[in-house]
Each structure stands twice: as structure tokens, then as C-alpha cells.
């Protein structure tokens, strides 16, 4: 098994079993929602993203802006460091290659931000060629406020933990900055079929 | 759906208040914390901690400012370890047991 087909694009008649990383156990049709804070109500006409760098802001879109961008759809597995995964969940958003674009050759490591003040940091070539999206769909509906609504990044291949929901900003370093759980003693990287779920592990 | 904005914010029936914290954080403190006055590192409100807002179903338990609602305490058991985040408590002021008290007084 290569590491970029672990979780991606399988057929149903996959057994299960080879499709749930360890420590893992099918959910089914549910899809918990694990709150940290309050859900954030930001309205479509004040929501925008952007893409900045350590001093600048790079790139910004409006939503309708965003909307207007190139997507895509995607069906995946996602893996919840509480234990729970999900088969075959399908979103439509944009890929995080055409939101970055040509990034500073300095950049190693983005940080992600979201609406309530969580954030989460992911490596720069963890989330580049086509592996992770800026998602606003789900299951053909629009994303739902209690799951990141209306747009959150999907980073499938990791602990969803690193999909942040509400975020607005993703930000170029040059190195690495731990985020919200990241601070508070889970895994760094988080890739569930490594079980990376706390730092040390 | 058709507008996300105008859904019912199914968190907030989810949101405990700080006093159903006590009972894990009777793991770690010697005297009951929900008592406790708490200043909000972030905007400076004074209020006791039972009063917080506390979200109980996240990886850990996270602990929320009534006033600003950022985070001032993370609490987890996990592994063998207890494990306290009070970035945003920039003061803690926990009364102390009345006979300990009496002790220091005289
Ligand atoms: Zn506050």
C-alpha cells in the first residue's frame, strides 16, 4: 500500500477492515461533532479568504469569488483521532494547489486559521498536490455550520482534527508553529495509519 | 440548507457550564476550583470559574471566558497524565478550606 492511496478513492467492495487505520472503528451514517467552542456565524457577504505570508496578505477571495474558482469533488475516508472514521464522504471545494499557487520559496510549513480562534499547522508538501481542498459541500448540500460551514479544509490523509472547520486564513512560514491541539499534546503530524495521535507516539 | 448562517447552532444546546468541570478537576486540585475567581487573559473579566462555558466533548475539556469566550483552561487525562493548559487564566484566585484559613489567621 503507497502512502498516497491509503484512505482515497476505494470501491466499496473494499473489506472494511483494510480501510480503518488502528484504533479505528467504523462509524457508519453518523458524523459526530466534537465542540471545542461556540459555532461561528459568519455571514456569506462578510466571509472571505486569504493567504498571507509572515508580514503580507498575498491573496484574498470574496465567497463569490471563491465560488467562482475551479473545484472539484472528492469522496474520501476521514479519520477522527477520537476513534471514529467515515467511509466514502463526499465534499466539492476548491484544491489547496490553486488557492496557494506560486508560493515564496521559503515556505515550509502553513498555518491555518479559523473564525473562533482555532488553528492548525500542517506541512507545506502535506497539503500540495492534490491532497488537500478548501471544502464548502458536502454530501451535495452546502457545508453545515457544526461541520466547519460555510467552508472548511479537508486534509483527508491525516487526523481530521487538521480539517479545520470556519477557517479564513492560511498562513506561508518558514517554520513550523503548533496549533490549537497541536499545543496541547497531540501529534504534530497526525497521520492515522501511523496512529499519531499524541506527541511522543 | 440553503443559507448556513440561519441554522440553529446545535453546540450551543451542547455547551455545559464550568461546574460540571469539577469533577475531573477534582483529580488534579486539592480544593474545589469552581469557586475560583478567574481573570480572562485575553479581555480581563474576573469571573469564577463554574460560571465559565465549558465544552465537554472535544479532545479535552475546554474551558471558555463568558465574557470574550476565548479559551482560558484545557484540562485531559490521557495515557497515565494529567494535563492542565491555562494560557488564558491570567489569574488564579482559589479560596482556601475555612480550617486552613483559620490557621493562617491569629
Ligand atoms: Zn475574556
Redesign the interface.
Same mark, same amino acid.
Given at each position: 500500500m503507497t502512502v498516497l492511496s491509503r484512505g482515497f478513492r476505494r470501491g466499496r467492495s473494499d473489506r472494511a477492515d483494510d480501510r480503518l487505520p488502528p484504533g479505528q472503528y467504523d462509524v457508519g451514517d453518523a458524523f459526530p *461533532?466534537?465542540? #471545542? &467552542?461556540? %459555532?461561528p =456565524? %459568519?455571514? /456569506?457577504e462578510r466571509w472571505d479568504f486569504s493567504v498571507h505570508d509572515q508580514t503580507d496578505e498575498l491573496r484574498r477571495w470574496t465567497w463569490d469569488e471563491f465560488r467562482a474558482l475551479p473545484r472539484e469533488a472528492v469522496s474520501v475516508d476521514i479519520h477522527c *483521532? %477520537?476513534t471514529w472514521s467515515k467511509f466514502d464522504t463526499r465534499w466539492e471545494g476548491v484544491s489547496l494547489d490553486t488557492l496557494l499557487g506560486d508560493v515564496p520559496g521559503t515556505t515550509r510549513y502553513i498555518l491555518a486559521a479559523s473564525d &473562533? &480562534?482555532y488553528t492548525t499547522n500542517l506541512p507545506l508538501d502535506e497539503v500540495t498536490a492534490g491532497r488537500a481542498w478548501l471544502v464548502d459541500t458536502y454530501e451535495g =448540500?452546502? /457545508? #453545515?455550520?457544526?461541520h466547519g &460551514?460555510?467552508a472548511r479544509l479537508l486534509v483527508p490523509h491525516l487526523y481530521f +482534527?487538521k480539517s479545520a472547520k470556519w477557517v479564513r486564513r492560511l498562513t506561508l512560514l518558514p517554520y513550523d508553529e503548533p496549533g490549537f +491541539?497541536e %499545543?496541547?499534546?497531540?501529534h504534530n503530524h497526525g497521520d492515522p495509519w501511523r496512529e499519531e495521535r499524541?506527541s511522543g507516539d | 440548507m440553503t443559507d448556513p448562517t440561519g441554522t440553529v447552532d446545535i453546540t450551543a444546546s451542547r455547551r455545559l457550564d464550568g461546574n460540571a468541570a469539577a469533577g475531573m478537576l477534582a483529580e488534579l486540585f486539592a480544593v474545589d476550583v469552581t469557586t475560583a475567581r478567574s481573570r480572562c487573559a485575553s479581555c480581563g473579566t474576573t469571573s469564577m470559574l463554574g460560571a465559565h462555558h465549558l465544552y465537554a466533548d472535544a479532545p479535552a475539556l475546554v474551558l471558555r471566558c463568558p465574557s470574550c469566550t476565548d479559551v482560558v483552561l484545557r484540562y485531559a487525562i490521557r495515557e497515565g497524565r494529567i494535563l492542565l493548559d491555562l494560557r488564558g487564566a491570567q489569574l488564579l484566585a482559589v479560596l482556601l478550606p475555612a480550617a486552613s484559613n483559620e490557621s493562617n489567621g491569629a
Open positions: *461533532v466534537l465542540s #471545542a &467552542g461556540p %459555532t =456565524q %459568519t455571514r /456569506l *483521532v %477520537t &473562533g &480562534g =448540500q452546502p /457545508l #453545515a455550520p457544526e &460551514g460555510p +482534527w +491541539w %499545543t496541547f499534546g497531540y499524541y | -
